[in-house]
Every structure is written in structure tokens, then in C-alpha cells.
């Protein structure tokens, strides 16, 4: 599998849904560590399991938590206000993420190359502004 260095593409983080997904949390999370993303932001809204235990081990996720249930735009708004990154990749934490076919979605950011499973923060606001969510 291709490796990026990571300062060789504009920052992208990742931004992941997570509500009582402890059995599925940790495919979505391990895969991650090996893309060249600049943050993981995971939302652990409403759990009644052990996500959020799971969440927390791994170390490089930062993490908001929220024993009630968030709306799933709300969540995703409130993850992209707290990013650094300039390109977020949303994911559930109820689907394994496979790095292969995510990767070259990152390399083309790379290359300067948009498509639409990266979103850029301002294409975030501007929908954000009209009520509409990508």
C-alpha cells in the first residue's frame, strides 16, 4: 500500500459519528492510523455501551462526548468548527473504513484534485449558512 508523507498534502482530518458502535468502533479507528491525516475528531454522542471506553484508547483521536443523542448535522457542524484540518473526511463508526479505497481520495487533495468525499471548511460554512449540510 502507497504511504503519503505528511507534508506533502494539504491538512485533512477525519470526523467520524459514533453512537453505541463499540463493536465496530475499533475497525473505523486502526485503519485511520495509517493515512496521513492531521486530526481525528470523533463525536461520541448518546452511547449506552462502551464506545466511548473504546474511543479513548486510541490515543490520537480528540474527542467530544455527549451522553445525549446529536443530530447528525449538528454533530458533523460541531466536529468542523473544532477542526484545524482544511479538507474533512466524514465517516460512521458503524463502517469499517477500508484505507485503500480512502487513500487515493486523500492523495488527490495532494494533488490539488477535489472530489466529493472530501469536504473543504469553507464549502462547510457556506451550506451551513444556506441550512443545508454536505
Given at each position: 500500500m502507497a504511504r503519503l508523507n505528511r507534508t506533502s498534502v494539504h491538512p485533512v482530518g477525519a470526523i467520524i459519528l459514533a453512537s453505541n458502535v463499540e463493536g465496530t468502533i475499533e475497525h473505523?479507528?486502526?485503519?485511520?492510523?495509517?493515512?496521513?491525516?492531521?486530526?481525528i475528531i470523533v463525536i461520541v454522542h448518546g452511547s449506552l455501551d462502551?464506545?466511548?471506553?473504546k474511543v479513548r484508547r486510541h490515543s490520537r483521536a480528540i474527542i467530544v462526548h455527549d451522553p445525549q443523542s446529536i443530530e447528525p448535522d449538528a454533530a458533523r457542524t460541531l466536529a468542523a468548527r473544532i477542526s484545524?484540518?482544511?479538507?474533512l473526511?466524514?465517516?460512521?463508526?458503524d463502517k469499517a473504513v477500508n484505507v485503500d479505497e480512502v487513500l487515493p481520495f486523500?492523495?488527490?487533495?495532494?494533488?490539488?484534485?477535489e472530489n466529493g468525499l472530501l469536504v473543504r471548511r469553507h464549502e462547510l460554512a457556506?451550506?451551513?449558512h444556506?441550512?443545508?449540510y454536505v
Open positions: 473505523v479507528l486502526e485503519p485511520l492510523k495509517r493515512l496521513p491525516l492531521r486530526e462502551r464506545t466511548l471506553d484545524r484540518s482544511d479538507f473526511l466524514f465517516l460512521e463508526g486523500i492523495q488527490n487533495v495532494a494533488l490539488g484534485v457556506i451550506n451551513e444556506h441550512n443545508s
